[in-house]
C-alpha cells in the first residue's frame, strides 16, 4: 500500500459515546480510491457507530474526517451525499407506507416538484437489471420481505450515483448466489474508481470482497491488514480474542413424536396473492429442519402461519399433537412455541423498553417474575442479568433501552427470551443474522442443544453451508411450494441450490 497516496476517505483520531458506553475510541480509517475496505468486529465494537459518523447521522465527540485530502464537514445525511457517501445500514432507511419508486427519489432534491415517474421507472428498472436486484417498483415497502427490502436499499444508493459505497451486513439478507451478484457491483464500483467499506462477519466474503481489513474491538483498532495477508481463522481470532471453531458438532438424530405437523397448509400473502401452495410436512421432536430459499419465497409466511401471526386458507396445523390451525399468537406460545423473527426491530423487540423487559417478555405472566397480576422488578431484573451473562449480551445494565444495543445484541436479546420460552418447538428465522462469527458460532451451538433436548427447531436460514451445517433434514422453497425435503448427510449442495431457483422440481420430489 503506497501510503504517500491521498486516500479517498481519512477519519482521524474518531471519538464517540453513549450513555455508559464508549463506541468509538480515538479511531483512525483511511480508504483508497478504488479499493474495498472490510469492517470487522464483534457485535457492539462500534463498526455502525463509525461508519454513521461518516455517512452524517452522528456527530462525532471528537475528530475530524477528510474527503480526497480536504476537510470535509459532514453535519447530515445530506451533506454525506454531497460528498458522495452513500450508506446501506443494518435498519433499512425506508418508508412502509410508500412504493419502491417513491423511496428511490424520496429527498432527492435534483428531482423537479412532480417527478417524472416514466423516467424513474426506466432508469429503476435497468439498474435492477444491470445488478440483478429484482423488485417490483410499484410494490409498497411494507409488501416486501426483509431481502427485497434490502436490494431497494442497494438500488437507492445507486441511483444517487454514489461514489463511496458504505455497506453495513448487506449479504445477511441474501441467498450466497445474490452475494456474488453483490460482490459483482462491487467490483464495478471499484473499475469507476469508487471506493466501498463492508462491514461483515462472513470471512468468506471478508476474503472474496475486499482490499484490506480492519478489526475493532471495544471501540479501538486491534489490527489493520491487506486481505492477501490473513486468514478467516486469524481475522476470527482478532476479533473475539479467541480461536472460534467454523464447525459445529452435534450427535446424530434422535428423533421423537411429532412435534409440528403442516397439511395441504395454504395462505395469501400481503398483496392477496397465494403465497404457500399446499405445504406438508412433519417436523418432529430431537429434530432440526431446514428451510432453504431465496427471499421472498414463502419463507416468511410459513413461519407467521405457524407462529399465529398469518391466518391460512386451507389445511391444518398441528403443534404437538393438537390442533392449532389459525389460533392466537398467544395460544401458540402457551403450547410451548418460541419464535426468533426475521425482523428484529419491529417485531422481535420493543425498542423503548428495556433489555430486562424484553427479556421477561414470554414469561411475566407467571411466577417467579410476577405475583397474580403484580410484576416483581427484582426478580425480573435478576432473570435478566443471569439471560445477559449467559449470552454475553453486551448492554451497559439491564435498565438500558434495547433501541440503544446493537443490533447484533438486539438478537442476542431475542435469542435469550425465545431459547428461554421454548418448551415443544423452536422457529428460528435466521437467527444468526449480523451476529459476529463468536455468536454465530453460540447461536448455533444453542439450536443443536435444544434439539439435543427434546425441542423441534424449524429453522430458516439463506446460508446453505449454514443450513446443512446445522439441519439434520432441509426443505426447498420456491414460490410458495414445497420443492423436497432431504436429508442433510446425503444432499447435493448444488442440487438444492438448482431447486431454490425452481429448476428440476421434479428430480427432488
Given at each position: ?229 490473513t486468514t478467516p481463522k486469524e ?98 406460545i402457551r403450547r410451548g412455541v ?35 397480576i403484580f410484576l416483581l422488578q ?132
Amino acid at each position: 500500500m503506497n501510503d504517500t497516496v491521498v486516500p479517498k476517505v481519512e477519519m482521524r483520531n474518531i471519538s464517540k459515546s453513549f450513555p455508559g458506553v464508549v463506541a468509538n475510541d480515538c479511531v483512525d480509517l483511511k480508504l483508497r480510491k478504488g479499493d474495498v475496505l472490510a469492517l470487522l468486529g464483534e457485535n457492539g465494537a462500534g463498526k455502525s457507530t463509525l461508519m454513521n459518523v461518516l455517512c452524517g447521522l452522528y456527530r462525532p465527540d471528537r475528530g475530524e474526517i477528510y474527503i480526497d485530502g480536504k476537510y470535509a464537514e459532514i453535519h447530515s445525511p445530506r451533506d454525506a451525499q454531497k460528498y458522495g457517501i452513500g450508506m446501506v445500514h443494518q435498519n433499512f432507511k425506508l418508508v412502509d407506507s410508500m412504493n419502491v419508486l417513491e423511496n428511490i427519489i424520496l429527498g432527492l432534491r435534483d428531482e423537479p416538484f412532480v417527478p417524472d415517474l416514466k423516467r424513474v421507472r426506466s432508469r429503476l428498472v435497468d439498474l435492477a437489471s444491470q445488478y440483478h436486484l429484482d423488485v417490483d417498483p410499484s410494490a409498497s415497502i411494507w409488501q416486501l420481505s426483509v431481502g427485497e427490502q434490502q436490494r431497494v436499499e442497494i438500488l437507492k444508493l445507486l441511483y444517487r450515483n454514489a461514489e463511496i459505497l458504505i455497506l453495513d451486513e448487506p449479504t445477511a439478507v441474501l441467498t450466497p448466489q445474490e452475494s456474488h451478484e453483490l460482490n459483482r457491483v462491487v467490483h464495478v464500483m471499484k473499475q469507476e474508481g469508487k471506493s466501498a467499506i463492508f462491514i461483515t462477519h462472513k470471512m468468506e466474503e471478508v476474503m472474496e470482497f475486499s482490499d484490506h481489513v480492519m478489526v475493532l474491538r471495544k471501540g479501538k483498532v486491534v489490527d489493520e491488514t491487506s486481505t492477501a495477508e490473513t486468514t478467516p481463522k486469524e481475522l476470527a481470532r482478532m476479533m473475539v480474542g479467541r480461536e472460534v471453531l467454523f464447525q459445529i458438532e452435534k450427535k446424530p438424530m434422535a428423533p421423537g413424536k411429532v412435534a409440528l405437523e403442516l397439511s395441504h397448509i395454504e395462505a395469501l400473502g400481503d398483496r392477496g396473492l397465494p403465497a404457500l401452495k399446499d405445504i406438508s410436512f412433519r417436523l418432529h421432536a430431537g429434530e432440526i429442519l431446514g428451510i432453504a430459499g431465496v427471499a421472498g419465497n414463502g419463507q416468511r409466511e410459513l413461519a407467521e402461519v405457524v407462529t399465529g401471526l398469518r391466518r391460512s386458507s386451507k389445511g391444518k396445523l398441528q403443534i404437538d399433537g393438537k390442533d392449532m390451525t389459525n389460533k392466537s399468537p398467544l395460544e401458540i406460545i402457551r403450547r410451548g412455541v418460541a419464535h426468533i423473527p426475521q425482523d428484529r426491530v419491529s417485531v422481535g423487540a420493543a425498542g423503548d423498553l428495556s433489555v430486562a423487559s424484553n427479556l421477561a417478555m414470554k414469561q411475566y405472566r407467571s411466577r417467579p417474575l410476577a405475583a397474580g397480576i403484580f410484576l416483581l422488578q427484582n426478580k425480573i431484573l435478576d432473570f435478566a442479568r443471569t439471560l445477559i451473562e449467559k449470552f454475553r449480551i453486551s448492554t451497559p445494565s439491564p435498565k438500558t433501552q434495547v433501541k440503544f444495543l446493537s443490533g447484533g445484541n438486539i438478537q442476542k436479546t431475542i435469542l435469550a427470551r425465545e431459547i428461554g420460552a421454548a418448551r415443544t418447538l423452536m422457529i428460528a428465522v435466521y437467527p444468526s443474522r449480523g451476529l459476529d462469527v463468536g455468536a454465530t458460532e453460540t447461536v448455533r451451538r444453542q439450536l443443536v442443544s435444544q434439539r439435543d433436548a427434546g425441542l423441534g427447531v424449524l429453522f430458516f436460514s439463506e446460508d446453505l453451508d449454514e443450513l446443512l451445517q446445522i439441519s439434520d433434514r432441509v426443505a426447498v422453497l420456491f414460490e410458495g411450494k414445497m420443492m423436497g425435503v432431504f436429508d442433510t448427510n446425503t444432499v447435493n449442495i448444488d442440487h438444492i441450490g438448482m431447486l431454490m431457483a425452481g429448476m428440476d422440481r421434479e428430480a427432488g420430489a
